[in-house]
C-alpha cells in the first residue's frame, strides 16, 4: 500500500510537472533572457500596454455581466421546471464544445452588416460588431458556462428552510434573494467570475474574428501576441505572455482563497 | 493436422505475403509533400499537380501522389522552418523562401534561374462594391472619410505586406512620376490616411476577403489572383488595377535537405522545372495567377494587362531594407499606427 501511494504521487507531480509546471518554467526564462529592463521595455511599448489594458476592461465588464446572467440562468435551472429543461441544460455546455473560431464566426454571421440583427444595428449607428461591444459578446459567449455550472450545484444542495421561514415572516422576494439566498451563493459566483475572468484574458480564436483587430483601437493582449510571433519577435511576444500568465496566476490564487475562506466558513 | 492450427497457419502464411507485398507496392509509388500558401490552392490542386502526375507518369513510368499543405505563406515556412518536412515549397513572398535558406534547409542558389525563383506573379489591386457606388478610382480614393477600407494585418500576415508595401510604393512611385524624385512624407501621407480609413484588420488575405463578403467596408485590397479567383468561382467580385502598383512575385524552390532525406530530389526538381513550362502557366493563367514565361504571357495579355506605373519590391530596396524601413522599429508603418493613435 506504501509503495503504491508513492507511486501515484510521485506520477501526479511528474504529471503536473512535465505539462504544466516545465513549460511556464521555460517560458518565463526564456522571456528573462534579454534581461529584466529589455522585458519591461517589451511589456511597456505603449501598444503592448493597450492591448492589455483592453483586455483587462473588457473581461472586467465581461464578467460584470456573466455575474448577473450566470446567476439569473442557474436559478431558473434549478428553482423551476418546464418543458425543455433537460436540452436547456445541455445546451449550457455548448460554448465549450464549440471551436473558438466557429464561435466567432457565428458571432459575425449573427450581427454583421448582412443579418437581420446586424442591420438594425446598423440603422440605428450602434455599432456592436468590430468594435469593443462585439469583443465583450465573443467574451460573453464563450465565458457563458463558468458561472451557471458553478452556481448550480451550490444552489442545488441549499437548504431552503431558511429562505421559507423567512417567507413566512413577511419577507419579500426581494430580500429573501438578497439577504439570504446571494451571501451562500457568493463564494460560488465568485469562483465562476473568476474562471471567466482568466478564460477572457487569453481567449483569442472567437476575438481575431469579431474584433476588428486595429491596434490602439481595438486589438486585445492575445491577438498583438500573435502579431508579434507571426512577425519574428518572439522575445515581444514572451514578454505579455508573461503578465498575461501573472494575472491568471494571482487569480488562481484568488480563487483558491475564496475556497478556503469558504470552507473555514462554513465551519 | 488439426482444423485450427491448418487455418492459422493459412492465415500467417497470407499475413506474410500481404506484408511482403505491400512495401512492395509502396516503393513504386513516391511522395512529395508539397507546402504552399492558400491563394494558388486551386490552382495547384486541381490543375498543376494533376498535369505533372499524369506528365511523371507518362514519362518514367514512375507513379507520384502528392500530399500538399495550404497555408498562410509566413506560417507555413516557419512550419516547415520547424520541422514539416516539405519536398517542395510555393510561397507568396520571397522572404518565406529566404528563411528557409538561413535556416540550412535550401543550401542551393534557388534565386539562380531564368525566373529568379519565381513561379507566378500577380498585382496588389483594389476591390469595391458592385456598381462601384463609392466611385473609387485610385489609391486617394481610399483616404476619404466615406470610404472604409479592409487590409489583413502585416503583422499576421506576409501577404498583408504587399498590400502596404503597395500603397506606399504607389506614394514613392506617383511623386517620382511628377517630380523626378521620390517623396518620402507624400508616401507616408497616402498610407497614414488609407490606414487610417481601415475598419478591420484581418489575420490573413483569405479572411479579408471573407470579411469584405460579408458586407464589411467599402474597398478591400487584395490581390488581383485572390480577385480573379472569386470571379472563376462566380461571385461578382469587382476591382480595379490602380495606375500604380506593386509586382507580386510568388517563389518556388526546392528543400535540398527534405529531398535528400526522402531521396525525392529528382521529382521535385523536375516539378519546379514542369511549372515553368508552358503548359503549367497556362493552367496558372486560367486560374488567375500572372504568367512569369514570356510566351505564355503574351499570350494573355488581354487577360493580365501591365499597369502604367508597376514597380516591384527592388524598387522599395528588396525585402530586407522593406523589413527595417516600413515594418521595423523606426519603420513607417509602426511610425503611422502609433501616430494615428494619439491623434485620435
Known amino acids: ?267 | 493436422m488439426n482444423g485450427t492450427i491448418r487455418i492459422s497457419l493459412i492465415v500467417s502464411l497470407l499475413w506474410v505475403i500481404c506484408i511482403g507485398v505491400l512495401p512492395q507496392a509502396a516503393a513504386e509509388e513516391k511522395t512529395i509533400i508539397f507546402g504552399a500558401y492558400t491563394v494558388p490552392k486551386d490552382a495547384y490542386e486541381q490543375a498543376v499537380i494533376p498535369a505533372f502526375i499524369k506528365y511523371w507518369k507518362e514519362n518514367t513510368g514512375q507513379a507520384v501522389k502528392f500530399e500538399q499543405s495550404y497555408e498562410a505563406s509566413g506560417a507555413q515556412s516557419r512550419a516547415i522552418a520547424a520541422g514539416l518536412e516539405a519536398d517542395i515549397a510555393a510561397l507568396s513572398l520571397e522572404k518565406d523562401i529566404s528563411r528557409l535558406k538561413e535556416s540550412g534547409l535550401i543550401s542551393h542558389d534557388w534565386k539562380q534561374n531564368k525566373y529568379h525563383g519565381f513561379v507566378t506573379n500577380s498585382l496588389v489591386v483594389i476591390g469595391y462594391r458592385p456598381g462601384n457606388p463609392k466611385n473609387i478610382k485610385e489609391w486617394d480614393d481610399l483616404k476619404r472619410p466615406d470610404v472604409d477600407v479592409l487590409y489583413p494585418s502585416p503583422k499576421t500576415s506576409g501577404g498583408a505586406m504587399w498590400d502596404v508595401n503597395a500603397i506606399y510604393g504607389a506614394g514613392l512611385k506617383l511623386s517620382e512620376v511628377k517630380t523626378g524624385k521620390k517623396d518620402y512624407t507624400f508616401a507616408k501621407n497616402l498610407l497614414k490616411g488609407v490606414q487610417k480609413r481601415v475598419k478591420v484588420m484581418d489575420k490573413s488575405g483569405r479572411a479579408s476577403v471573407t470579411t469584405f463578403e460579408q458586407g464589411i467596408g467599402d474597398v478591400l485590397v487584395t490581390y488581383e489572383d485572390e480577385a480573379l479567383l472569386r470571379k472563376k468561382q462566380g461571385k461578382d467580385f469587382q476591382f480595379l488595377i490602380p495606375e500604380s502598383t506593386i509586382l507580386i512575385e510568388n517563389p518556388i524552390a526546392v528543400i535540398d535537405k527534405n529531398v535528400d532525406k526522402h531521396n525525392t530530389r529528382q521529382i521535385a526538381e523536375a516539378f519546379v522545372e514542369f511549372v515553368h513550362g508552358k503548359s503549367a502557366q497556362r493552367l496558372f493563367a486560367q486560374y488567375g495567377l500572372r504568367p512569369v514565361n514570356e510566351e505564355v504571357a503574351q499570350e494573355f495579355k488581354e487577360k493580365f494587362p501591365v499597369p502604367k506605373y508597376l514597380f516591384d519590391t527592388n524598387y522599395l530596396g528588396g525585402w530586407d531594407q522593406v523589413g527595417k524601413d516600413i515594418y521595423g522599429k523606426e519603420g513607417v508603418w509602426t511610425k503611422i499606427i502609433e501616430e494615428l493613435a494619439t491623434d485620435k
Open chain 1, 1 to 267: 500500500m506504501r509503495s503504491g501511494d508513492a507511486l501515484l504521487r510521485s506520477a501526479s507531480f511528474g504529471y503536473i510537472g512535465l505539462l504544466i509546471i516545465l513549460p511556464i518554467t521555460v517560458m518565463i526564462v526564456r522571456s528573462l533572457q534579454g534581461g529584466l529592463s529589455a522585458l519591461w521595455a517589451d511589456i511597456t511599448l505603449p501598444q503592448a500596454l493597450f492591448s492589455l489594458r483592453l483586455t483587462i476592461v473588457t473581461a472586467f465588464i465581461m464578467v460584470l455581466i456573466n455575474i448577473v446572467t450566470g446567476t439569473a440562468t442557474a436559478w431558473v435551472l434549478v428553482r423551476y421546471s418546464f418543458p425543455g429543461k433537460q436540452v436547456m441544460d445541455a445546451l449550457i455546455d455548448l460554448p465549450f464544445a464549440m471551436p473558438t473560431i466557429v464561435a466567432g464566426i457565428m458571432l459575425v454571421a449573427l450581427y454583421g452588416p448582412r443579418s437581420v440583427i446586424g442591420s438594425f444595428l446598423q440603422g440605428h449607428n450602434i455599432e456592436v460588431m468590430f468594435n469593443t461591444p462585439g469583443i465583450i459578446l465573443a467574451l460573453l459567449f464563450v465565458t457563458f458556462p463558468f458561472v451557471v455550472r458553478a452556481v448550480q450545484p451550490v444552489l442545488i444542495e441549499l437548504d431552503q428552510d431558511m429562505e421559507e421561514a423567512a417567507k413566512t415572516l413577511g419577507a419579500s422576494s426581494a430580500t429573501i434573494f438578497f439577504r439570504i439566498v446571494l451571501p451562500s451563493l457568493m463564494p460560488s459566483i465568485l469562483t465562476g467570475a473568476a474562471l471567466s475572468f482568466s478564460r477572457a484574458l487569453g481567449e483569442f480564436g472567437s476575438i481575431i474574428m469579431v474584433a476588428g483587430n486595429i491596434p490602439f483601437r481595438t486589438q486585445v493582449a492575445s491577438v498583438y501576441i500573435y502579431g508579434e510571433i507571426e512577425s519574428y519577435n518572439p522575445q515581444g511576444a514572451l514578454g505579455l505572455s508573461v503578465v498575461l500568465l501573472f494575472f491568471s496566476f494571482a487569480i488562481l490564487l484568488l480563487l483558491n482563497f475564496i475556497q478556503y475562506w469558504n470552507r473555514r466558513h462554513e465551519n
